[in-house]
């Protein structure tokens, strides 16, 4: 709790030099919680069967795998950095699983490990690019996510991957995704009702604690964080500051691979058209969690927030009718407002500077 | 006579409950040069955000040869002939141009210039700059190559290219050498000749001999002293701007202890001559010299930002070769570096997270933060340095300039070191807080060598027992604080001791 306290003292304290009203504060600090409160009771009482545990389940199972993925975007960007790439994992761990399983007929446990160390490797490259190779961040994962599109496709010759594909080779591919896979996505736990809880949600919810544990709780969090306040500074105070923008870049990409991983056992074949949304809707989420609780910067919880925050409003509209088409849009002026919440309520404290 | 350029009246701003300016009268005549004096957090800076069209004043009024001015926005008060070079260089300069585009940026930003950039008259109006203030840059030249110094000057030559009825300087030798400072009081004095009204602002007393025509001291809000019968009283400006006498600093000389940290025949670059220094236990070394001596290089060589191109150093009989910061910091050796903002401050954490930020595995166990002492650590800085605040979790960008210097230093004595080398610890903070940081500074020197790095023979003479000139990346001379010689120090620094040398072989 006391990095909260600590955001609060932050806050009244670069809020001082504006008008310092108790009110704007109350609204940077809690104005997107209320507004998911809110948004829940509109709901509860506009569309029928939407306050239910079942409602509740498939929409924390709708926000899983984008949760997972923009949690490992938040690791780079709490040191100032960015990972375009995640999308480009996920569907990269989801045709190698599929790939492993099928055409190598190998088991469960060979497919998640060669996908977390895929994930791993990926973001190595991408620090390595980012640390060693100056290269600026937007762009080094920009280029590996070309780069892993055209890669997964070149095995299959650019056809998705299911038991009893040809190959190009012309024999055809006998595996199958092992049910112990495939419990992955689609097992339920019992909690007060039988098959309630799907595995995919108790995944999300695990990491995120880990995740918010490690970046608020470890001193390992706090130096990122100072990374990506000031860099220089931080290495001054005898930062490894190459070594812990590795580790973000890694972060994220075993996280991506775990999000693809449960994309793939969901599914059940390798479906190279699948996650394209998974890249803008994971940085749209850790985007947003900036406005949670006045944080005005990357942080775990804001993230589980954002990710919920845009699931719930789905959820919600599509249980009014709301047609398909439009839930892009609403998700993009989510983002909009969501980034007025934290650059221009709370900005008065990068006022201070210029 | 000089008539007025700019008449205040009445002049008061306050943010929330705190009133920063109580009422400000003022008057600057053109052809002068007012130097405006004032603590950290005295109210100079809002004064000038107010002046230049940042904030906007609660009530009062100023006049600009005899108009109301009201500028709502920075550059409406440009437009109006009012033009300010801040503190803080790289609001000045855009680092990816070069320095013609930036000579010229104003030029090229006005509206109804041609929509095609003509390179050639560009580069020659920018020489032609350049020229008039005696800068021989290469005007091709990106910014992001110069020095620090460097932008400055370029952003000075910037805002007299245009054209200003009053040009206000914030503190713009914080971070110049004296000869590049010289060459800006040659500018200023040009320009006071030719009419403008100058408002400087600084800490810096050299300074101030140099040029100032006026003095207008300021405390908590109010102008508390105008001095302008010649010769200007100094001691009584700074007196009005602290609001009690300052007594000189009494040193009393600490006998060196046990040697602790040996350079021998350390060449800071392939070429220069080899230093060899031994350091003591207790005493305050302080190495001072022009920019680009070699002091920085130093620096960097003793907390392995860099290696020396030959030469060793024995850190207690064992020998030292850091090769980062980090293994540094593990050997005990410390450095608190110059330019705060842009080296030491993280700006989106409170005092306690700056504080603690280096030693954070001291304060946590398997990597889990111990909140509890690191609280404990901040709060005793707080309570040592005198650190003016709230609470210790007060973000860092709420406190003065003097507070925060007072932090980063802080940072440095909250673990025992055996080697502290602090470079330019005094930049830019007042006379109150740079005593309270030397004293600091000197009554913890026991069992550890400090070495202080400063560029002002003020601080200098304030601070050492021992006293390192350096010069052309090597040692020029070396002194005893307590019978020293200060013009031989001050020919030293300069360089000129090395010419004498040169006309008697």
Redo the contacts between chains.
């Keep these: 709790m006391k990095s909260e306290t600590n955001k609060s003292a932050q806050d009244a304290g670069t809020n001082k030099p504006g008008n310092g009203s108790k009110l704007t504060d109350f609204v940077i600090r809690y104005g997107f919680l209320a507004l998911l409160l809110g948004m829940v009771l509109f709901f509860s009482l506009a569309a029928e069967g939407f306050a239910g545990p079942y409602s509740a389940v498939f929409i924390f199972q709708s926000v899983a795998i984008t949760g997972i993925l923009a949690l490992g975007v938040t690791a780079t960007l709490v040191v100032d950095g960015f990972d375009l790439s995640i999308g480009s994992i996920a569907t990269s761990a989801l045709m190698l699983s599929a790939y492993v399983m099928v055409v190598w007929e190998m088991n469960a446990f060979v497919a998640v490990a060669a996908c977390l160390v895929m994930g791993a490797f990926v973001g190595f490259i991408n620090g390595i690019l980012i640390v060693k190779m100056r290269v600026p961040d937007l762009l080094a994962t920009l280029g590996m996510m070309f780069l892993l599109i055209g890669l997964q496709r070149i095995p299959t010759e650019g056809r998705s991957i299911a038991t009893g594909m040809k190959l190009p080779g012309g024999e055809v591919a006998n595996g199958k995704f092992p049910p112990e896979f495939l419990a992955l996505g689609r097992h339920r736990l019992d909690f007060f009702i039988d098959n309630l809880i799907p595995l995919s949600v108790v995944f999300l919810v695990v990491i995120a604690i880990l995740v918010w544990v490690f970046l608020e709780l470890t001193r390992h969090g706090r130096l990122m964080y100072a990374i990506g306040s000031n860099e220089r500074a931080a290495s001054l105070a005898g930062t490894n500051v190459n070594r812990y923008k590795i580790i973000a870049y890694m972060i994220s990409g075993v996280l991506a691979s775990v999000g693809g991983i449960l994309l793939s056992a969901r599914l059940g074949r390798g479906d190279i058209a699948s996650g394209n949304n998974l890249l803008l809707d994971a940085v749209a989420a850790a985007l947003i969690g900036f406005a949670v609780l006045g944080a005005a910067k990357p942080n775990a919880f804001g993230t589980a927030i954002g990710a919920l925050f845009v699931g719930i409003l789905l959820q919600g509209m599509t249980m009014m009718n709301a047609p398909y088409y439009t839930q892009d849009f609403v998700k993009g002026a989510v983002l909009v407002v969501a980034l007025v919440f934290t650059f221009a309520l709370s900005g008065r404290r990068g006022g201070g500077h210029t | 006579m000089p008539s007025s350029a700019v008449k205040i009246v009445g002049l008061t701003k306050a943010?929330?409950?705190?009133r920063v300016l109580r009422g400000i009268d003022l008057v600057l005549n053109s052809g002068e040069i007012t130097v405006l004096m004032g603590a950290n957090g005295a109210g100079k800076s809002t004064l000038v955000k107010v002046i230049c069209g940042v904030h906007a004043p609660d009530a009062g009024s100023i006049e600009l040869y005899g108009k109301p001015f009201n500028p709502t926005t920075p550059s409406a008060a440009i437009r109006a002939g009012v033009v300010t070079v801040h503190q803080s260089i790289n609001d000045g300069v855009v680092p990816d141009l070069d320095i013609a585009s930036n000579l010229m940026l104003d030029r090229l930003a006005e509206p109804g210039s041609s929509f095609f950039i003509n390179k050639r008259k560009i580069r020659a109006e920018a020489r032609k700059i350049a020229a008039d203030m005696a800068l021989n840059f290469d005007v091709t030249q990106l910014v992001s190559e110069l020095t620090l110094a460097e932008r400055q000057l370029v952003a000075i030559a910037r805002a007299m290219a245009r054209q200003p009825k009053l040009l206000i300087l914030d503190e713009p030798t914080s971070s110049l050498s004296a000869i590049e400072a010289e060459r800006l009081f040659e500018l200023l004095d040009r320009l006071r000749e030719s009419g403008v009204a100058i408002l400087y602002i600084s800490h810096r007393m050299s300074d101030i001999r140099r040029i100032a025509d006026r003095i207008v001291a300021m405390r908590d809000g109010e102008i508390t002293g105008v001095f302008e019968d010649k010769p200007l009283n100094y001691e009584s400006a700074v007196d009005a701007m602290l609001g009690h006498a300052m007594s000189d600093v009494d040193l009393d000389f600490k006998s060196p202890g046990t040697p602790m940290l040996k350079l021998d025949k350390i060449c800071l670059r392939r070429g220069s001559e080899p230093i060899s220094l031994d350091f003591y236990s207790d005493e305050v070394v302080a190495i001072t010299g022009l920019v680009g001596s070699g002091k920085s290089e130093l620096a960097d060589v003793l907390?392995g930002?860099s290696k020396p191109a030959s030469g060793k150093m024995t850190l207690l009989d064992k020998e030292y070769r850091p090769g980062?910061?980090?293994s540094?910091?593990?050997a005990g050796v410390f450095?608190c570096?110059k330019d705060r903002a842009?080296?030491?401050?993280?700006?989106?954490?409170?005092i306690t997270?700056n504080i603690t930020?280096?030693f954070?595995?001291r304060?946590?166990s398997l990597?889990?933060?111990s909140?509890a002492k690191e609280r404990d650590i901040a709060l005793g800085t707080i309570e040592k340095l005198g650190i003016v605040c709230?609470?210790e979790?007060?973000?860092i960008?709420?406190l003065s300039g003097g507070n925060q210097q007072k932090v980063m230093v802080g940072?440095w004595l909250s673990q025992e070191s055996e080697v502290l080398v602090l470079d330019e610890p005094f930049q830019g903070v007042d006379i109150k807080a740079r005593r309270d940081i030397g004293q600091k500074i000197r009554d913890t020197t026991k069992g550890r060598v400090t070495i202080v790095m400063a560029s002002e023979m003020d601080e200098v003479l304030e601070i050492a027992d021992r006293i390192i000139v350096m010069g052309e990346h090597t040692i020029k001379g070396r002194h005893q604080n307590s019978n020293i010689d200060i013009n031989l120090v001050l020919a030293q620094v300069a360089g000129l001791a090395a010419a004498d040398e040169l006309l008697v072989n």
């Design positions: 943010f929330a409950a705190n907390f930002l980062s910061s980090e540094a910091i593990k450095l570096p842009s080296n030491a401050v993280i700006q989106g954490f409170d997270g930020l280096p954070l595995s304060y946590s990597s889990f933060l909140s709230q609470s979790k007060d973000g960008g709420t940072r």
